[in-house]
């Protein structure tokens, strides 16, 4: 009983991580746009993956956001 309720606890901290780094994720993404070199379709596939981000936030999927801005990371080529 204990480590299920040890378990139960570790992976809420987990989601309320993941939820607490993608606001950070987004913030970095918007930073790195207006100065990143793409061609405009990498720009609108940088907006679409930040929004997708964003609305998978606030719908309580955080590893899809996650997903989603590390792969808008990616484009921008920022870490």
Same mark, same amino acid.
């Not at 913030?27 to 930040?50: T, Y």
């Not at 998978?56 to 997903?67: D, F, N």
């Given at each position: 009983?204990?480590?299920?309720? $040890?378990?139960?606890?570790?992976? $809420?901290?987990? !989601?309320?991580?993941?939820? !607490?780094?993608?606001? @950070? %994720?987004?913030?970095? +993404? /918007?930073?790195?746009?207006?100065?990143? @070199?793409?061609?405009?379709?990498? &720009?609108? %596939? +940088? @907006? @679409?993956?930040?929004? /997708? *981000? %964003?609305?998978?936030?606030?719908? *309580?999927?955080?590893? %899809?956001?996650? &997903?989603?801005? *590390?792969? &808008?990371?990616? +484009?921008? *080529?920022?870490?």
């Amino acid at each position: 009983m204990k480590r299920t309720a $040890l378990f139960a606890t570790l992976a $809420l901290a987990s !989601s309320f991580a993941f939820a !607490s780094s993608c606001p @950070k %994720e987004m913030k970095a +993404v /918007d930073a790195a746009l207006p100065n990143a @070199k793409l061609s405009a379709s990498q &720009a609108a %596939e +940088v @907006k @679409k993956l930040r929004a /997708d *981000g %964003e609305q998978l936030h606030k719908a *309580g999927k955080h590893s %899809e956001s996650m &997903a989603a801005l *590390g792969k &808008a990371k990616g +484009v921008l *080529g920022i870490k």
